[in-house]
DNA sequence: GCACTCTAACTGTGATCACAGATCACGACA
DNA sequence: TGTCGTGATCTGTGATCACAGTTAGAGTGC
């Protein structure tokens, strides 16, 4: 397992490389630190579900799979700690927090609250490019989850473009950015239960939800929108409580 | 200004020195560690409004006012920076936040669907005790307002207080540190104009629904209790936007 | 063969130093 | 007197070292 990080960190170092000089041309024009590349690096391998709940890091391991000092990473953990997607224990230890069932549940709810909002926003606010890009997003996500087998990454990163897309359009950053620390949480339960469990994405009760909402979208019909991410949400929170392994706490 | 908030620091720095004391007996048994203690610290500061929106700090300075090394600074700083509370300029620089009109008419609408939905929970859950200890906060809180000339410090803390623990009565932990999140993004903005302007405390339409809260409260009207927030948060807010100095932007 | 002890390696925390970029005040020139 | 340049100072960032507490594994005793 510690051999995997290693090799997934090493694997993310070298996209980053490329990918940062894209977003060095696409996104902020202010000069990104160090640390603000090992928390995107780390932030995403979170979000992507290839740290399992658990799992223990070292400051010094990640510094040098990433090729830097340890400072960066340092500042890195910290962040993601004050965010909750990380947990820095008493005990000089670093690891993916390890969710219980009922904070499992109280994450659901809370979910269900913010991005139902969210959706009623945007339902409001979303502009033709957005309905259009979310389209493509649910479009790439059916197609990788019908395919067989289902390419489950590939359907991850669609599921969530759709989500972000949705989310962003409502035109609250502030928001927005509560809701991603919410999905960085849920990241390593939600998506290692998808990779682990393919079957769920042939269910479809998830393409449904998306093509509910786009509907809905199109006819900005905010109450619509929103009972179609609270059913999105609820079956998969559903279908996680029931056979994402949580601890009963 | 600069003077004053190292002033501030110091005594921040000899008050939680005892407060410490007092929270390691009472609190949790892990021992903090130093970053932990200047994040408490300027974490107070922030929610009391000690600190002025575009107010710079300097990491070298904090770190001599409350005689630690730059590390611990560093790492609360950052850790404030991930909660919104403060901001690292790219140009080698930190600062509390500005916040425009627009950005506080959103926080303020998540505040309303975030605290709204605490309270309604805070109804369904709160025991005996949680009710009790939000009156004597409430009785507090009137004190203070109405005293001549108003205690306005003692106000906003006695304020804070009882929305927290109404918060924690929900019985939803995230979703009570999302709230106070929040709370330190709006506290300088808030806490600011509450100590610019104590004739608002006068004014009553917060002691109104304070009591609006309690009396729902008391017969477990969680649509009450949410609504009482609702006019509690958004008669702060109408005062702020309309005296508050935000920027237009 | 099993349990225990002790040590060596490893952990995050904190301090200190080096460095490049930003800032600001002082001084020179027009 | 006004304006521009310039260098001393201060900024956050990153690296390196020291340290105490934890952990895991090897060795020893039963």
Redesign the interface.
């Known amino acids: 397992m510690k051999i995997n990080v290693q090799s997934d960190l090493q694997h993310l170092a070298q996209d980053a490389f490329s990918a940062g000089g894209a977003l060095a041309g696409i996104g902020s024009l ?2 990104e630190t160090l ?1 603000d590349r090992v928390y995107g690096e780390l932030r995403a391998l979170l979000m992507a579900g290839k740290l399992a709940p658990g799992e223990k890091l070292s400051l010094r391991k990640v510094a040098e799979a990433i090729d830097v000092s340890m400072m960066p990473v ?2 890195a953990v ?2 993601l ?4 997607a990380l947990e820095v224990l ?1 005990g000089r230890a670093v690891r993916v927090p390890i969710m219980s069932l009922g ?1 499992f549940h ?2 659901t ?2 979910r269900l ?2 991005e139902g ?1 969210a959706a009623e926003e945007a339902a409001r606010n979303a502009s033709e490019a957005d309905i259009v890009a979310m389209a493509e997003a649910e479009h790439v996500f059916r197609a990788a989850a019908e395919a067989d087998p289902p390419k489950s990454t590939e359907a991850v990163t669609a599921n969530h473009q759709l989500h972000a897309t949705l989310y962003r359009a409502a035109g ?4 927005f ?2 809701i991603e620390r919410l999905w960085l ?1 849920a990241g390593p339960v939600i998506n290692l239960d998808m990779r682990n469990d393919v079957e769920r994405l042939k269910g479809g009760s998830a393409v449904q939800a998306h093509a509910a909402l786009l509907a809905a979208l199109r006819v900005r019909d905010g109450a619509g929108a929103r009972r179609a991410i609270e059913a999105d949400i609820s079956a998969a929170a559903a279908h996680i409580a029931r056979t994402g392994g949580l601890a009963d706490d």
């Open positions: 202010a000069k640390g340092r500042e910290n962040r700690a004050a965010d909750g008493p904070q109280e994450l709810r809370i609250v913010l909002f609250m950053p502030t928001l950015e509560m949480r």
